[in-house]
Nanobody, 114 residues
Framework: QVQLVESGGGLVQPGGSLRLSCAASGGGFSAYAMGWYRQAPGKQRELVASITSGGNVNYADFVKGRFTISRDNVKKTVHLQMNSLKPEDTAVYYC????????WGQGTQVAVSS
């Protein structure tokens, strides 16, 4: 059974940093693009950042210059380094594998508050 498990969420003050991790167990990893999405209460899930199998990255405008996505194909992990966090970054963050049948993790909560 292929699974994605996120970790690294928590409560942080505005301006702070967090590093999210997503670990894949079983199945393929290196051949797939991976992404981070987020969903705030009452809002739709939205793409935050993605990275192709070859390492090309893409960011939503609202995180450009603040977040960095990276992957380690040996460890089957994808990371999201989040700096200069704002209260509006508060959401549940989800990892996704862009496969024919998309695979999602269970999410990790990020709260930005003073």
């Amino acid at each position: 059974q292929v699974q994605l498990v996120e970790s690294g969420g928590g409560l942080v003050q505005p301006g702070g940093s967090l590093r999210l991790s997503c670990a894949a167990s079983g199945g393929g990893f290196s051949a797939y693009a991976m992404g981070w999405y987020r969903q705030a209460p009452g809002k739709q899930r939205e793409l935050v950042a993605s990275i192709t199998s070859g390492g090309n990255v893409n960011y939503a405008d609202f995180v450009k210059g603040r977040f960095t996505i990276s992957r380690d194909n040996v460890k089957k992990t994808v990371h999201l380094q989040m700096n200069s966090l704002k209260p509006e970054d508060t959401a549940v963050y989800y990892c996704k594998r862009f496969s024919v049948v998309p695979l999602w993790g269970q999410g990790t909560q990020v709260a930005v508050s003073s």
